[in-house]
């Protein structure tokens, strides 16, 4: 199965930017996107972006949508999150995860048909 490590996190001042970066490893086939999730203290994971596999559509959670940028580099087996105008509410756990079961995502989505979760990485917001 896949396994993803993320990495690129830490903390920045309100208005700054960080990019994430998600890379899997593994059982690399089979998936038809990756998604990124985050975590905030006292709040279950959310989703907050995904980019298809097969022809890179893209889709973001109404919360990040123009701030947030998701890309992906097929040959490294690497997703990008590129996160700009970082808000404080922005501050917690990302993590990645491939998506086994594909659209429609909404304005939101769960866990659901995600699976080779890594540890995550620490986001946090803060002047």
């Known amino acids: 199965h896949v396994q993803f490590v993320e990495s690129g996190g830490g903390l920045v001042q309100p208005g700054g930017s960080l990019r994430l970066s998600c890379t899997a490893s593994g059982e690399t086939l089979g998936y038809v996107a990756v998604g990124w999730f985050r975590q905030i203290p006292g709040k279950e994971r959310e989703g907050v972006s995904v980019i298809s596999s097969r022809d890179g559509t893209t889709y973001y959670s109404n919360f990040v949508k123009g701030r947030f940028t998701i890309s992906k580099d097929n040959a490294k087996n690497t997703t990008y999150l590129q996160m700009n105008d970082l808000k404080p509410e922005d501050t917690g756990l990302y993590f990645c995860?491939?998506?086994?079961?594909?659209?429609?995502?909404?304005?939101?989505?769960?866990?659901?048909?995600?699976?080779?979760w890594g540890q995550g990485t620490q986001v946090t917001v803060s002047s």
């Open positions: 995860a491939a998506d086994y079961l594909g659209p429609p995502y909404g304005s939101t989505w769960s866990e659901t048909g995600f699976g080779g």
